[in-house]
Each structure stands twice: as structure tokens, then as C-alpha cells.
């Protein structure tokens, strides 16, 4: 009876320490995905803002033409 507890126990345990890994290993590649898309969506959000404002000074400066 003292051997089926401790299996048991031991059981529980394994499985606390494997979600535990897991979770963390979830966790740290959803966090560089979610950084990764970041970083992506500024560089072409800046990329546009860039481009829009050397068309406003392009179109407002007359000896540009």
C-alpha cells in the first residue's frame, strides 16, 4: 500500500515537472514569435511612415522637380 502511494505520488510529480518544462518552453517561443512580429511590424510601419514623408517633402518643395 506504502509502494502504490509513493507511485502514485511519484506519478503526480513527473507529470507537474513535465507541464511545468513544457509551459516554460511554450512560453518562450510564444514570447519570441510575439516579439519576432513586433519587431517586423515597426521596421515596415517605419519603412512606410519613411516613405510617405519623402513624398510629402518631394511634393511640397518645388525645386525638388
Request: hydrophobic content about 50%; glycine content about 6%.
Amino acid at each position: 500500500s506504502m509502494h502504490t502511494l509513493f507511485l502514485f505520488l511519484y506519478g503526480k510529480i513527473k507529470q507537474a515537472y513535465i507541464n511545468l518544462y513544457f509551459n516554460a518552453f511554450i512560453l518562450t517561443f510564444l514570447t519570441m514569435y510575439i516579439f519576432n512580429k513586433i519587431i517586423i511590424f515597426a521596421e515596415t510601419g517605419s519603412h512606410y511612415v519613411a516613405q510617405a514623408g519623402l513624398k510629402l517633402l518631394a511634393s511640397g518643395d518645388p525645386s525638388a522637380s
